[in-house]
């Protein structure tokens, strides 16, 4: 069962207690580093979860897109602290203190299920982040990296210092690994022109 129509079918005195927000394109839903005690519910617009290092560098965690919830691991375990969470567009959520939402649990399945869901997907999605990263090379993550601020449309943004931040390499082996990037690219585009040469004969 979708998000939509769960939160469409939730009882009715649940329903009284959402709070509707309106956030613009480019401000926080949630702040760093804050205790939290509700759900969120992305109802229109498009969200990135990200964490920032100490240098102020921000590395892109999950995109959320409508109808996908976030803020659920934090009401189960009170000691965790609060990623950022960013408007990527004009976005709407519902938010639902966490008193609700084990209320909401218990009385209806489909949403225990779709909870349940979503923290075993995270967890799985951290893992094989982490176990991919442990196996490519410094080269490999740094194309992963670019293509991540791709696919969110903030590669303009992008810095050595934010790639260092995400790949965990020094700044020598950023060099390094961007220097074979440029000689492969040029070499993949000399021999792309090399055969379109010899085919237009």
């Given at each position: 069962m979708y998000l939509k129509d769960i939160v469409n079918d939730a009882p009715v005195h649940i329903k009284k207690d959402f709070i509707y927000k309106k956030h613009?394109?480019?401000?926080?839903?949630?702040?760093?580093?804050?205790?939290n005690?509700?759900?969120?519910?992305?109802?229109?617009?498009?969200?990135?979860?990200?964490?920032?290092?100490y240098e102020g560098?921000?590395?892109?965690?999950?995109?959320?897109d409508s109808y996908s919830c976030f803020g659920e691991i934090e009401i189960f375990n009170e000691k965790i602290k609060t990623l950022g969470v960013i408007a990527k567009e004009n976005c709407e959520t519902i938010a639902i203190h966490k008193t609700k939402?084990?209320?909401?649990?218990?009385?209806?399945?489909?949403?225990?299920?779709?909870?349940?869901?979503?923290?075993?997907?995270?967890?799985?999605l951290s893992s094989d982040t982490a176990t991919k990263l442990s196996f490519l090379t410094v080269k490999d993550r740094i194309l992963l990296s670019i293509h991540n601020h791709y696919k969110i449309g903030d590669l303009d943004q992008l810095t050595?210092?934010?790639l260092t931040s995400e790949v965990c390499a020094p700044l020598r082996s950023l060099n390094r690994s961007i220097a074979?990037?440029?000689?492969k690219a040029s070499l993949v585009t000399k021999i792309k022109n090399s055969l379109y040469i010899q085919l237009m004969r």
């Open positions: 613009k394109k480019g401000n926080l839903i949630i702040h760093p580093h804050e205790q005690n509700y759900l969120y519910i992305l109802t229109t617009g498009i969200a990135e979860v990200y964490r920032q290092s560098t921000m590395l892109s965690l999950y995109i959320y939402v084990f209320e909401w649990m218990k009385i209806d399945f489909n949403f225990n299920f779709y909870i349940i869901k979503q923290l075993a997907s995270k967890l799985i050595k210092q934010i074979q990037c440029i000689v």
